[in-house]
């Protein structure tokens, strides 16, 4: 069985730039410790240039946000208006990320999955989130040979059978990653998300398809087989409100920020960057996504394997809505248990509350399939 690997652990606090002050902007500065819980409560933040007024939980006043939402209208930069965050069924739980080794061989995958599944749930996790094409090597080639009719279900899906099994049994959420997914004559590259009493509550084929050329370094088109999904995802779970992405969504802001517009508590990615947009992009775009949205975010790749046509980075991850990567792991096979805590995200918002501060009388954010079923309603 896997073990899981010591994580790196972060400081749940602002970060410390260099002089050990934090700037937002040339025009307002911060030294750390006045955001420490002793000075909190002392009513103002002093800052190089401006002293803005604070309330007994450091957020800035209400009459000071007041006067700023009248001016920018930060209401109207998401349409339909964004809904509150919502008061989650758990607020602090444990999530796995599974870190699996993929091989040509199904039945193995297959079982593999479930016997990691269950270590992971024996180690008191609620929450199990697995990797991009978990059953499957990551080709064009093989995409139609590994693919599942999901909705069909039972033998012509053995892999989701497996998943919905033991979310029922072992009463957990299950993220379960991504598989090839047939659908008549067309093949997505889907996630299902399975409840604690094994129904399926959610499905997400991936909108952006992974087609890129970078000479010399990597070249992949998943549009030669695989179809693009065309529905954000976001679904309610035991362990909160998740929105989905898979690997290449990622790098669009805009889902993200749909989601936390609809509410979500947490965004999982599935994903599988390769050894050239790895190193570079993959934990970047992770803490972007949590800060950009304030919300927890959570990533699960394969294990790589450099025998394959196809070499995953790996380093799974949880990062927290400042940004703050909360545990990791290098690029072999693990168990990355770690904890969520929900009340972080609401503090988190008072210290930065920038969701209030949005220009709605410069931008706007449109979320068209929400807009269009409130024209319909």
Not at 128 to 155: H, K, Q, R, T
Not at 162 to 187: H, K, N, W, Y
Not at 355 to 365: A, K, N, S, V
């Amino acid at each position: 069985m896997l073990s899981s690997p010591s994580h790196q652990n972060h400081s749940p606090h602002f970060p410390i730039c260099s002089r050990h002050r934090s700037c937002f902007s040339p025009e307002i500065c911060f030294l750390p410790a006045l955001l420490s819980s002793r000075n909190l409560d002392s009513g103002s933040i002093s800052f190089c240039k401006r002293t803005i007024m604070t309330n007994s939980s450091g957020g800035i006043s209400s009459v000071a946000m007041a006067k700023m939402e009248s001016s920018f209208k930060p209401e109207e930069a998401r349409i339909p208006p964004e809904i509150p965050l919502s008061i989650p069924p758990i607020t602090k739980f444990k999530i796995a990320l599974c870190q699996l080794s993929v091989t040509a061989n199904k039945e193995r995958n297959i079982v593999h999955a479930r016997q990691v599944i269950e270590e992971a749930a024996r180690k008191g996790a609620q929450l199990i989130l697995l990797p991009e094409i978990w059953n499957s090597p990551y080709s064009n080639d093989s995409f139609p040979v590994y693919a599942e009719d999901i909705d069909a279900g039972g033998d012509a899906s053995p892999s989701t059978a497996m998943l919905s099994e033991l979310s029922r049994t072992l009463q957990i959420t299950i993220v379960g990653g991504s598989i090839p997914e047939r659908s008549g004559d067309r093949l997505y590259n889907t996630c299902c998300v399975f409840g604690t009493d094994g129904k399926l509550k959610a499905k997400h084929r991936k909108i952006h398809l992974f087609d890129i050329d970078i000479p010399g370094q990597m070249t992949f088109e998943e549009s030669k087989t695989l179809t693009a999904g065309e529905t954000p995802t976001i679904v309610d779970t035991d362990v909160g409100r998740i929105g989905i992405g898979i690997c290449y969504d990622i790098r669009f802001q805009e889902l993200a920020a749909i989601y936390a517009a609809r509410g979500a508590h947490l965004l999982c990615y599935p994903g599988a960057f390769n050894m050239t947009t790895g190193p570079l992009h993959w934990e970047l775009l992770q803490r972007a996504r949590a800060a950009d949205c304030q919300l927890y975010v959570a990533t699960c790749s394969p294990a790589r394997d450099t025998g394959s046509n196809y070499v995953a980075w790996g380093h799974s991850t949880l990062v927290g809505p400042f940004g703050e990567v909360l545990a990791t792991t290098e690029h072999d096979e693990a168990i990355i248990i770690s904890e969520i805590d929900y009340s972080v995200t609401e503090q988190r918002r008072i210290y930065l509350p920038f969701q209030r501060q949005r220009r709605g009388d410069l931008y706007q954010l449109v979320d068209v399939q929400r807009l269009n079923s409130t024209r319909t309603t």
